[in-house]
């Protein structure tokens, strides 16, 4: 959701469906598909595409930018823990402003009230 | 550069380093329902998680809940530890309300659960860092002495999640500061709010490993060498990966 509100605030529109590594090029995004992969080598178990994705990326984008995004994927693979060990919704207002392209990405697969 | 990453190979901002050794030393301390021995054991498990025959099989069935055994453990902890543990760290995605109920019914309160999953994560965040930087995973603190506090907050009831939480409203004088003043707290936020304590320092790195919670929507400037776009569409990406709706 944040993704879309900073392209509405910059007057770009994202390809929403690189989070689902659909997409081929950058969604978008400045360096999207190099972050894309090297966020999938992260949590994969090949190392020697990891090394490849991490090399990639500090290429094109530098080092501080290469420890920010390891950073990032990171923490949100331990948030998603969270929120998944606890059972918490998404909230209502979330909820709404994500409704359609939870529906056109099939994320609502997701939701932790349709697991037992 | 701080300490906690002195020997690393890429330079690691001085604030992001001292937030993972703040991290560290919270963990090797007692916490609100486990000593720091306990602490430092579940941090040590969720290293041994990923080795796991039984949560590799467990991963790649049908439902988890048909494959029966024994985790590949360490041997420090109880075996409902063990198992909150290792299928946290391994299969988030795939939780459900009937398996937390089952294993609250088995001799672990819910505040002890909340606090295992905060340690989960705390080791969690740090260690897929380390993995992304091709960094080894730093060695874990010495615990330190001491007895659990017991601290469990008068206003924690029963709300949206499968755990109780405590609203802004009825968080007393020990829970302040976990929760913004100036917007209501995002449901993350009151996850671990039965542990007041978690909430502050998982929420310490938070701040450091991904963004303030005042800077999360200021889309008018950049605060790392990654634009919010950037961050957004890694955290989207792993959410996705994770099979995490939230």
Redesign the interface.
């Known amino acids: 959701m944040?993704?879309r509100?900073?392209?509405q605030?910059?007057n770009?529109t994202?390809q929403?469906v690189?989070?689902?590594?659909a997409v081929e090029g950058d969604?978008g995004?400045?360096?999207?598909r190099r972050?894309?992969m090297?966020?999938?080598a992260?949590?994969g178990e090949d190392d020697v595409a990891?090394?490849r994705a991490?090399d990639a990326l500090?290429a094109a984008?530098?080092?501080?930018?290469?420890?920010?995004?390891?950073?990032?994927?990171?923490?949100?693979?331990?948030?998603?823990?969270?929120?998944?060990?606890?059972?918490?919704?998404?909230?209502p207002e979330k909820a709404a402003a994500s409704a359609d392209f939870?529906a056109a990405l099939d994320?609502?697969r997701?939701?932790?009230v349709d697991?037992? | 550069m701080v300490e906690f990453y002195a020997s690393a190979f890429h330079p690691i901002r001085d604030d992001l380093s001292a937030a993972h050794a703040r991290a560290w030393t919270r963990i090797a301390r007692p916490g609100t329902w486990w000593d720091g021995n306990a602490r430092v054991a579940i941090a040590a498990e969720t290293r041994r998680a990923s080795g796991c025959a039984l949560c590799r099989r467990r991963k790649e069935a049908l439902s988890p809940l048909a494959i029966e055994g024994s985790h590949d453990s360490l041997g420090q902890l109880p075996e409902i530890v063990v198992e909150v543990v290792h299928r946290v760290r391994t299969d988030p995605g795939r939780l459900g309300e009937r398996w937390y109920r089952s294993v609250i019914a088995r001799d672990l309160t819910e505040e002890q659960y909340v606090e295992i999953v905060s340690v989960v994560a705390h080791t969690v965040a740090i260690d897929t860092m380390a993995r992304g930087l091709g960094l080894d995973a730093p060695p874990l603190p010495d615990p330190e002495p001491g007895l659990p506090s017991h601290y469990r907050p008068a206003g924690a009831k029963p709300g949206g999640a499968w755990v109780p939480w405590v609203e802004p409203a009825y968080a007393g004088a020990a829970e302040a500061g976990i929760y913004p003043n100036e917007r209501p707290p995002a449901n993350i936020m009151k996850a671990m709010s039965l542990v007041p304590e978690e909430v502050r320092s998982f929420f310490d790195l938070v701040t450091h490993q991904y963004l303030p919670g005042a800077v999360m929507r200021d889309f008018s400037r950049e605060y790392r060498a990654i634009s919010h776009a950037q961050i957004e569409l890694l955290a989207a990406r792993v959410s996705a990966l994770n099979r995490c709706l939230y």
């Open positions: 944040l993704l509100a900073s392209g605030t910059h770009r994202y929403l690189a989070v689902t590594g969604g995004v400045p360096y999207g972050l894309v090297f966020a999938e992260v949590l990891l090394a991490r500090m984008m530098g080092p501080p930018a290469l420890v920010d995004a390891a950073g990032v994927v990171g923490l949100f693979n331990a948030i998603d823990r969270v929120a998944d060990a606890t059972g918490i919704p998404l909230e939870r994320l609502d997701f939701a932790v697991r037992s």
